[in-house]
């Protein structure tokens, strides 16, 4: 249809009284018996669409087009099931769509249609049928629930683990975008909510992430193209790797938001005597796991190769939220990251991408993560007494304040440690965040730099605080002491100087 009739036809939608519209006209060739006739409805409700969804799409909705679509979902031609498929996905762009729940009626059709779909060598097919899938679970408002049966929630999850075992890779990644979608508090089962299924889904989804990035790191393209082909490969498992990861958070949330609600704890029908394995205890220990195992070692690869900003920021979101989804193991999984140098790491995140005002989202979840694990690692801490309540208290006011303003090398970090010049404020406060992360670090066995030059560092702040006749924090105080009695030499021994500025400053 060239543009000048298609023009023409959009005009007839708003024809003159007593006339039949072209919705009307064009549903009449819909609920034909000629399969030629429901195709050519089909492209032509598509290509008014496109011409002008947001004028044209009320019409077609309020004409109930969008009811004998899902019905035509059931049909056995590739054709026109391709083609309502792609209708319903350009009629999903209009609010007026979801309100009128046509989503609620023609989900099962979705659903079963795609499960029918999967089985046929029609890749194209496949891919337009999840698209439509993933545009109806991402924008189904929250207060009209889709899935109306667990039967029909179980069904969509078995369809998307079907889709993301695909060989095809276009299938995968389309499947893995529906699944995040699909990991959403209102789109699960009233309780008892199926967590073994949800981790089957889960599995489904990292295991073709970790084989589609060990494809791609076994192949070694050759020729003048290899260059071209090595950075195209490393593109595309970026974004599989992206999506699988926004997937995996949308686990994180969804358990963080059933810890609020009783019902959802555990499965009220299991036998007392049975072991618990549908409980949303068993599901956030698998997501701590599944991360330490598969999504720590997937983004350490990767990032040996490219680093990227948003995968970083959705990467350090979900480490930030295993310390609330499994709350007896937050310092545990602390200590586990710093000793595998994750405050090396995120410092040269911040760095690299967050100074001035760039990335400030990244910045935000840089500092979140690292306050939380910087008060886990003092909560429970290797070498020096546990804290008092009020000693915790201000070094989390501390370190929330501190941390977002850290943005610098450690070798500025250091720099500015030994800054003998007058500090206050914020000043202060960065100076005392850049003192616990190096000892923090180094505690963990993450030096990551020189013992000499962090020795001569916090002496110099030392020197400065009483210069300025200043009493630091007492953690601060106790870390600085700690780093000074483990960075000198075994021979030698403290300046004399150093020596009365502590007794001084004590």
């Known amino acids: ?206 295991n073709r992430c970790a084989e589609f990035s060990q494809t791609c790191l076994n192949r070694r393209p050759l020729g003048h193209a290899s260059s071209r082909d090595s950075e195209k490969a490393i593109l595309q498992r970026g974004k599989f790797l992206l999506s699988t990861l926004e997937g995996f958070r949308s686990a994180c949330r969804l358990a963080i938001e059933f810890q609020s609600e009783p019902s959802a704890q555990e499965n009220p ?60 193991m937050k310092e545990k999984f602390s200590k586990k990251l710093a000793a595998s140098s994750f405050i090396r790491l995120t410092l040269e995140l911040k760095a690299r991408f967050c100074s001035g005002l760039s990335h400030s989202a990244l910045n935000q979840v840089c500092s979140s993560f690292l306050y939380c694990m910087c008060l886990n690692l003092l909560s429970a801490p290797e070498k020096t007494g546990p804290p008092s309540e009020e000693e915790l208290s201000t070094v989390s006011e501390l370190l929330q304040h501190g941390l977002p303003q850290i943005s610098s090398r450690s070798p500025e970090n250091l720099a500015f440690l030994s800054d003998r010049q007058y500090m206050e404020g914020a000043a202060r406060q960065r100076q005392h965040c850049i003192l616990l992360l190096f000892y923090l670090a180094y505690i963990h066995e993450d030096r990551f730099v020189s013992e000499a030059d962090l020795f001569e560092a916090v002496q110099s702040f030392l020197l400065s605080l009483q210069d300025q006749d200043e009493c630091p924090p007492l953690a601060v105080f106790k870390a600085s002491i700690y780093v000074l009695a483990v960075c000198q030499d075994k021979d030698s021994v403290l300046h004399e100087q150093l020596h009365s500025s502590l007794i001084s400053i004590s």
């Not at 004409?63 to 391709?82: G, K, Q, R, T, Y």
Request: aromatic residues 8%; glycine residues 2%.
């Open 1 to 206: 249809m060239n543009k000048v009739a298609l023009g023409e036809s959009a005009k007839n939608i708003e024809g003159p009284p007593g006339d039949p519209s072209l919705p009307l006209v064009l549903k009449k060739l819909l609920l034909s018996r000629d399969e030629t006739l429901q195709v050519a409805s089909a492209h032509c409700i598509t290509a008014v669409l496109v011409y002008s969804p947001e004028k044209y799409a009320p019409a077609f909705i309020h004409a109930d087009i969008p009811e004998f679509l899902f019905e035509h979902l059931s049909s056995s031609s590739e054709v026109l099931v391709w083609s309502s498929y792609n209708c319903l996905t350009l009629l999903a762009e209009e609010p007026l769509f979801f309100s009128k729940c046509h989503t609620v009626y023609g989900i099962e059709a979705v659903v079963r249609s795609l499960q029918a779909s999967l089985k046929m060598n029609n890749t194209e097919l496949h891919k337009q049928g999840l698209l439509l899938f993933t545009e109806i679970l991402t924008r189904q408002p929250e207060e009209i629930k889709l899935f109306t049966s667990p039967a029909m929630c179980r069904d969509a999850g078995c369809a998307l683990r079907e889709a993301v075992s695909s060989p095809v890779l276009e299938v995968a990644a389309e499947a893995v975008k529906a699944t995040s979608a699909f990991l959403r508090k209102d789109h699960q089962s009233a309780p008892p909510v199926r967590y073994g299924e949800l981790r089957a889904l889960l599995e489904a989804v990292l």
């Open 269 to 328: 029908f299991t036998a007392p005597s049975a072991e618990k394995k549908d409980t949303l205890e068993a599901f956030s220990e698998f997501l701590l796991s599944a991360c330490d195992s598969m999504c720590i070692p997937m983004v350490m690869r990767h990032l040996e190769q490219t680093t990227q900003p948003a995968l970083m920021e959705v990467f350090l979101s979900i480490l930030h939220s295993l310390f609330v989804i499994v709350p007896h």
